[in-house]
């Protein structure tokens, strides 16, 4: 059983002039127990508002799912109360900007603590006076042992002088020390799923590096299963088991990440890797990048999001989008009407030249799969 299993996850935001936004439309995602899966797509392609789906944290959307199961139970059954203490000890997140997440006026250690009492894996009263006393008069006492812990978390994340720190407020710490915060303050609920939305992204690359083999150290020490959300299919690489490749609302590609980075199948994927550093910069030494842009909810073409965009675009592609496995399984899926079930890779690539001209439109007259080869 998956300890997260989401089936056809559609969202929508109503708007009162206007069209309504089908912000995720049809998403499947599975996350593994103690697995680091990597949700990665360009910007707006609906990666937070899945994100906070997870965390019942979208007001006023119109949320609906074949399936939403946590640890085989459907979240969108339980009571908000429930869904508090689900937010707290069960699911945590961590987001971007740590900054607006922490609170200014309190101890980095105190936010700390108080997560691990809340928890109630210490002997200490969290109830609500003795909570306001310490918040106001006399602080957590720095022998208590939810202090303790917070300090040891706090070194756990790879904080080298985790005593100090603990008696810094926010604005006091560097950027990647407050993501380390953070993610000490997520662990502080003993959590079995961290949703984690482009935590490294506002990083320079050395310190996000830091910050993502701390993630994987913690996946293996504390079993926790984490959500890595990001535009960057280089951080995927580094880190991630698995990997969801999301476009304009819809998943393209799901697999392994060796699989997915070996055979990508998806023409947005290949797209995708052709842009990170490893990739071959393109002639006049600039990454290669995807021509165009994606299309707004509202605007999207009918069948695949992708087609006004992708080179190997053929009649076929306005049908609903398909799910074909590719690459001899181990739960490699693209979403893609170039291939058919059981069909190898073939010769399928991304046409460089053509999309480098902006011809990238979609054609009526292709024919599909292994005829499509860069010439
Ligand atoms: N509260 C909202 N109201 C209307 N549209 C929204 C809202 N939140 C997100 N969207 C739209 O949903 C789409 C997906 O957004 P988002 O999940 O933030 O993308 P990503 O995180 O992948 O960059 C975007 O087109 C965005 O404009
Ligand atoms: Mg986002």
């Given at each position: 059983?998956?300890?997260?299993?989401?089936?056809?996850?559609?969202?929508?935001?109503?708007?009162?002039?206007?069209?309504?936004?089908?912000?995720?439309?049809?998403?499947?995602?599975?996350?593994?127990?103690?697995?680091?899966?990597?949700?990665?797509?360009?910007?707006?392609?609906?990666?937070?508002?899945?994100?906070?789906?997870?965390?019942?944290?979208?007001?006023?959307?119109?949320?609906?799912?074949?399936?939403?199961?946590?640890?085989?139970?459907?979240?969108?059954?339980?009571?908000?109360?429930?869904?508090?203490?689900?937010?707290?000890?069960?699911?945590?997140?961590?987001?971007?900007?740590?900054?607006?997440?922490?609170?200014?006026?309190?101890?980095?250690?105190?936010?700390?603590?108080?997560?691990?009492?809340?928890?109630?894996?210490?002997?200490?009263?969290?109830?609500?006076?003795?909570?306001?006393?310490?918040?106001?008069?006399?602080?957590?006492?720095?022998?208590?042992?939810?202090?303790?812990?917070?300090?040891d978390l706090l070194e756990t994340v790879g904080i080298?002088?985790?005593?100090?720190?603990?008696?810094?407020?926010?604005?006091?710490?560097?950027?990647?020390?407050?993501?380390?915060?953070?993610?000490a303050?997520?662990l502080?609920?003993?959590?079995?799923?961290?949703?984690?939305?482009?935590?490294?992204?506002?990083?320079?690359?050395?310190?996000?590096?830091?910050?993502?083999?701390e993630?994987?150290c913690l996946?293996?020490e504390f079993?926790?299963?984490?959500?890595?959300?990001?535009?960057?299919?280089?951080?995927?690489?580094?880190?991630?088991?698995?990997?969801?490749?999301?476009?304009?609302?819809?998943?393209?590609?799901?697999?392994?990440?060796?699989?997915?980075?070996?055979?990508?199948?998806?023409?947005?994927?290949?797209?995708?890797?052709?842009?990170?550093?490893?990739?071959?910069?393109?002639?006049?030494?600039?990454?290669?990048?995807?021509?165009?842009?994606?299309?707004?909810?509202?605007?999207?073409?009918?069948?695949?999001?992708?087609?006004?965009?992708?080179?190997?675009?053929?009649?076929?592609?306005?049908?609903?989008?398909?799910?074909?496995?590719?690459?001899?399984?181990?739960?490699?899926?693209?979403?893609?009407?170039?291939?058919?079930?059981?069909?190898?890779?073939?010769?399928?690539?991304?046409?460089?030249?053509?999309?480098?001209?902006?011809?990238?439109?979609?054609?009526?007259?292709?024919?599909?799969?292994?005829?499509?080869?860069?010439?």
């Open positions: 059983m998956s300890l997260l299993a989401i089936e056809d996850l559609a969202v929508t935001f109503p708007v009162e002039d206007g069209p309504d936004v089908p912000a995720v439309d049809g998403v499947d995602l599975q996350v593994e127990t103690g697995e680091i899966h990597g949700l990665v797509g360009e910007s707006g392609s609906g990666k937070s508002v899945t994100a906070r789906s997870i965390m019942r944290l979208l007001d006023g959307a119109e949320v609906s799912a074949d399936r939403f199961d946590y640890r085989g139970e459907d979240l969108y059954a339980k009571s908000e109360a429930e869904m508090r203490r689900i937010r707290g000890d069960d699911i945590a997140m961590v987001f971007q900007d740590a900054l607006s997440a922490l609170n200014p006026v309190m101890t980095v250690g105190e936010q700390i603590a108080e997560v691990v009492r809340h928890h109630g894996d210490v002997d200490e009263s969290a109830g609500l006076l003795s909570e306001l006393r310490r918040k106001y008069v006399t602080g957590t006492s720095k022998s208590a042992p939810s202090w303790r812990r917070a300090v080298a002088d985790p005593e100090d720190v603990a008696t810094s407020y926010p604005h006091q710490l560097s950027g990647g020390q407050r993501q380390r915060v953070m993610i303050s997520a502080g609920g003993d959590p079995s799923l961290i949703v984690a939305d482009e935590p490294t992204t506002a990083l320079d690359v050395t310190v996000e590096a830091g910050i993502l083999d993630l994987q996946c293996d079993d926790v299963a984490i959500l890595l959300i990001t535009h960057d299919l280089g951080v995927v690489a580094e880190t991630c088991d698995r990997v969801t490749v999301m476009y304009s609302g819809s998943v393209m590609e799901r697999g392994t990440t060796d699989g997915l980075f070996e055979n990508p199948a998806h023409p947005y994927t290949k797209g995708l890797l052709r842009s990170i550093p490893e990739g071959a910069p393109s002639e006049d030494g600039q990454l290669a990048t995807i021509p165009g842009s994606a299309p707004e909810p509202t605007e999207r073409p009918a069948g695949c999001p992708f087609r006004d965009r992708c080179p190997a675009a053929f009649d076929a592609c306005s049908d609903p989008l398909p799910e074909h496995v590719v690459d001899g399984g181990e739960g490699h899926v693209a979403r893609c009407h170039l291939y058919t079930e059981g069909d190898d890779l073939g010769e399928v690539t991304w046409e460089t030249d053509a999309a480098a001209n902006g011809e990238a439109t979609g054609t009526a007259d292709r024919t599909p799969a292994t005829e499509v080869t860069d010439g």
